[in-house]
């Protein structure tokens, strides 16, 4: 088949290669434009760029499809199909409409399960056990086409969002190809593809949304396990973070990467001190250090406790917690949290 890809980050690089390797024909791939990037805001370009240079593919950048032209010279193409991987734009019924064998998208995800911008960090974040990839018709609504077929995947109690995608998006690209096999073979014959998909279920769907700076912060008011989880889920962007307060000194900025539940039954005698140490209510308990395990402080949550085990100070490296706390000099009854007054 004559395919238009259309993809930017990292995890649609390996679609890209695989259909490049199989028997279709890549015409065109598009990318979003360069964008800004890092300290000095210099133009970056995306990896799907530099991979389509990398297979010497004809590549295309454009804002959008609003334009008259950009729609023309995408149907000038004679594509019979377009991909689209983590591509970045929603396409408007007019594009979707250019290629008889319609546009099919991989999202990472269980449709109809988090739709939407991040659906590989928001499952980790809501304890999801599995996950996986879909091939999907795309349709004017927000990942809301019926799909061709899924594969799943286990989400393992070490997945960072970086270490999921990864492994998503080896995964995806196998499918994809795997179902435009099958697009080549039925497309011709509409009522067999047709046949050939499932509607999304009514019930049990999700939004996705982008992940924000906000949420990056930790409120130890919650349960360790959604701390722990929020801090693998935003692994590496945006990272989540906290301020500390220790002794006389100013709060201080740490990003919070890896981090571990404690059992409340196996630190109740620790608890119980830091308690008699000064009277104070439970919602001042949140964020107390009460004590330090063998690779991190222990930390007071709304529901057990939270040992950290990977740390980064401002403008440092990512490091074992229990040599920043060496370094930092925290102690027993030091905070974390929003300052206190």
């Not at 269980?110 to 590989?120: F, K, Y």
């Not at 599995?130 to 899924?150: F, I, R, S, Y």
């Not at 929020?230 to 307060?245: L, N, Q």
């Not at 409340?264 to 330090?292: I, K, P």
């Amino acid at each position: 088949m004559r395919l238009v890809f259309a993809g930017t980050p990292e995890f649609a690089v390996p679609t890209l290669r695989a259909l490049h390797a199989s028997e279709h024909d890549i015409v065109a791939v598009y990318t979003q434009p360069d964008r800004p990037s890092g300290r000095g805001q210099r133009l970056r370009p995306s990896a799907v760029k530099q991979a389509a240079f990398d297979l010497d593919l004809r590549l295309i950048q454009v804002e959008d499809f609003k334009s008259d032209e950009a729609v023309q010279a995408l149907g000038a193409l004679e594509a019979d199909a377009m991909v689209v991987v983590a591509y970045g734009l929603l396409l408007s019924q007019r594009v979707l409409d250019l290629f008889p064998a319609a546009c099919w998208n991989l999202h990472a995800s269980l449709l109809p399960r988090w739709r939407g911008a991040a659906p590989i960090a928001r499952a980790i974040e809501a304890g999801d056990r599995e996950t996986g990839v879909a091939v999907m018709k795309m349709e004017k609504g927000l990942d809301t086409g019926p799909v061709l077929m899924q594969a799943k995947l286990p989400i393992t109690a070490l997945d960072t969002a970086q270490h999921l995608q990864s492994r998503l998006a080896e995964l995806g690209a196998v499918l994809m190809v795997k179902g435009i096999d099958q697009i080549e073979k039925l497309w011709p014959e509409p009522d067999s593809l047709e046949r050939a998909l499932q509607a999304q279920a009514s019930h049990g769907a999700c939004y996705a949304s982008k992940l924000t700076k906000a949420e990056a912060q930790l409120d130890f008011s919650q349960h360790a396990a959604v701390l722990e989880r929020r801090m693998r889920a935003f692994d590496p962007v945006p990272g989540c973070y906290s301020w500390f307060h220790t002794g006389d000194k100013p709060p201080q900025l740490l990003k919070c990467w890896r981090g571990r539940v404690v059992e409340a039954q196996d630190m109740q005698t620790s608890l119980q001190q830091v308690c008699s140490n000064a009277t104070r209510s439970q919602h001042e308990l949140f964020g107390r250090v009460f004590g330090f395990g063998s690779e991190g402080p222990l930390i007071v949550c709304g529901g057990e406790f939270l040992e950290l085990l990977e740390v980064q100070p401002a403008g440092g490296l990512r490091l074992p917690a229990a040599r920043w706390v060496q370094q930092s000099g925290l102690t027993t009854g030091d905070f974390f949290g929003p300052a206190r007054h």
